[in-house]
């Protein structure tokens, strides 16, 4: 997905209670920011992977670890620029296709469907749900990038698992906004934005653990 300079430059803008935050615009970061938080993000990373296979150890763990870094790296970027790129969201419903095909040659084809048509479901709702939004309110809110993970969540989380997903989403989102008001000591705005992506993304990776070590064995 190619952005110009002149959308960088608006998607670096935070709406917060009426006032719109420019990112970085001006300041520069300390030299000692930025190892730190490569290392936090690798320490986390590499957690993500340990969890995966100690949950699901084999080709099942493997696919969980690659689908763990994929979404800390849609968190991050939509943590960043509020954009999911489009890669991540391909990349990880492809896996989780190779995913369900894994899971026995008999039932390949209709573990793939299954897979798929959650996926499809999914994205559906939340594509109706915005839309239904835009006409109330007449802004959008909730992205397409959202819509797409969605299909990612679909694909990977039982009927069972997608709901929980949702709110653990939804309930980590509304926590953290509520937090970040009090200490900035700021009020709250029923048209603040958040990066739901940034929450999402773990929370399907996190149901996805939950499901290996309660349900799967």
């Given at each position: 997905m190619s952005v110009t300079p002149l959308r960088r430059a608006e998607l670096r803008t935070r709406s917060a209670g009426g006032e719109i935050e420019l990112a970085g615009r001006g300041k520069a970061k300390p030299a000692w920011q930025a190892p730190i938080a490569y290392a936090a993000f690798a320490a986390i990373?590499?957690?993500?992977?340990?969890?995966?296979?100690?949950?699901?150890p084999g080709r099942s763990g493997l696919f969980g670890g690659a689908l763990g870094l994929l979404m800390l790296a849609v968190a991050v970027a939509d943590a960043r620029a509020f954009?999911?790129?489009?890669?991540?969201?391909i990349a990880a419903f492809a896996l989780a296709l190779t995913d369900a095909a894994n899971e026995g040659l008999e039932s390949m084809p209709e573990n793939i469907a299954v897979a798929a048509l959650r996926g499809?479901?999914?994205?559906?709702?939340?594509?109706?749900?915005?839309?239904?939004?835009?006409?109330?309110?007449?802004?959008?809110?909730?992205?397409?990038?959202?819509?797409?993970?969605a299909a990612v969540a679909g694909?990977?989380?039982?009927?069972t698992l997608i709901p929980v997903a949702i709110e653990?989403?939804?309930?980590?989102?509304?926590?953290?906004?509520?937090?970040?008001?009090?200490?900035?000591?700021?009020?709250?705005?029923?048209a603040a934005q958040l990066p739901f992506g940034l929450f999402f993304a773990p929370a399907i990776w996190f149901c996805w653990l939950l499901n290996a070590i309660f349900f799967e064995f």
């Open positions: 990373a590499c957690s993500i992977v340990i969890a995966s296979l100690v949950a699901a954009i999911i790129p489009d890669k991540l969201t499809l479901v999914l994205a559906l709702a939340f594509f109706a749900l915005r839309e239904i939004y835009l006409r109330l309110r007449h802004r959008h809110g909730i992205g397409l990038g959202d819509v797409k993970l694909a990977w989380l039982d009927w653990i989403a939804a309930l980590t989102a509304l926590i953290f906004y509520i937090a970040s008001r009090l200490v900035l000591r700021r009020p709250l705005c029923a």
